[in-house]
């Protein structure tokens, strides 16, 4: 199973794991005791897990669209300390900031894609409501995400466990 998820991720997100800016992501702290690139690549798993149970139920998706979304959808996060003057700030404009380094990483950026990583955030962050399946798919996997980098970094810090990531994909995809 895991290979399916790397295949897919890899399949539609190429340009973008093999980016600068993913493999910055992996030096910046997200969610306490995560990195923005490891949440990134669970918010991915988290999302194509969701789409294969949809197609089960014969529910299509645009997996291309949900892949490159959720590789993006943090990417304007980076370098929050010098960008924004408090948190809340920060939740407000990331996902905007996310869809601007998006249109640099991928060609001809659909604009399905483009709602996706805007759209991340809500119900949280002044974000507008979802407007499409795949938007409500990265939305809920940022959130399952988000809860397991804090739950699962609690753990590390009272067990002494040192972090792994991408649980999901079992290795590292950045470029060596």
């Known amino acids: 199973m895991k290979r399916r998820y790397k295949n897919d991720i890899e399949r539609y997100g190429s340009d973008i794991l093999n980016s600068d800016e993913l493999q910055h992501a992996y030096d910046q702290t997200h969610h306490r005791w995560s ?30 669209a949900v892949v490159k979304g959720a590789l993006c959808h943090d990417l304007g996060i980076l370098g929050r300390y010098d960008k924004y003057k408090s948190n809340k700030e920060c939740s407000r404009q990331h996902p905007a900031d996310s869809v601007e380094v998006a249109r640099r990483l991928v060609e001809d950026l659909p604009e399905k894609t483009a709602d996706i990583i805007e759209r991340h955030m ?4 002044h974000s507008k409501a979802p407007n499409s399946l795949e938007c409500m798919i990265v939305s809920v996997a940022d959130k399952y ?15 002494g466990i040192k ?14």
Do not use: M
């Open 35 to 64: 990195t923005v690139g490891e949440h990134t690549l669970r918010v991915a798993a988290a999302s194509l897990a969701i789409c294969y149970a949809l197609r089960k139920i014969h529910v299509s998706t645009d997996t291309s």
């Open 145 to 159: 995400a988000a809860i397991k980098d804090l739950v699962q970094g609690s753990e590390i810090k009272h067990t």
């Open 122 to 125: 809500w119900p949280a962050g």
């Open 163 to 176: 972090n792994k990531v991408h649980d999901f994909l079992g290795g590292d995809t950045r470029s060596d």
